[in-house]
């Protein structure tokens, strides 16, 4: 079964930029895409950005110019570059694997708190 790690989560001030890293633990040959979501206290969890086997990427309203997904392939991992980081970002950032066959799988989810 394929684990997905996460890191990179933490506390910053308002303005500040973060990096997102999740790496699976093996190779993954049915992979459709990898993404970020996230879930804030009270709110439905929601689509951050994602990233396609095939590279296309995909992006949440709250994210389109301020967060950049990208991959490594080799790494079998994705990151996701945060700036401009405003309260509203503050959740859990869950990493989010899916697959052709099989069942999909979630990351433990790094907490992200942007606050003065």
């Known amino acids: 079964q394929v684990h997905l790690t996460e890191s990179g989560g933490g506390l910053v001030q308002p303005g500040d930029s973060l990096r997102l890293s999740c790496a699976a633990s093996?190779?993954?040959?049915?992979?459709?895409?990898m993404g970020w979501y996230r879930q804030a206290p009270g709110k439905e969890r929601e689509l951050v950005a994602s990233?396609?086997?095939?590279?296309?990427?995909n992006y949440g309203a709250s994210a389109k110019g301020r967060f950049t997904i990208s991959r490594d392939t080799a790494e079998n991992a994705i990151y996701l570059q945060m700036d401009s980081l405003n309260p509203e970002d503050t959740a859990v950032y869950y990493c989010?694997?899916?697959?052709?066959?099989?069942?999909?799988?979630w990351g433990q989810g790094p907490q992200v708190t942007v606050s003065t």
């Open positions: 093996q190779t993954i040959p049915h992979m459709l895409l």
């Open positions: 989010k694997l899916v697959v052709l066959i099989g069942s999909d799988t």
């Open positions: 990233i396609s086997s095939g590279g296309v990427t």
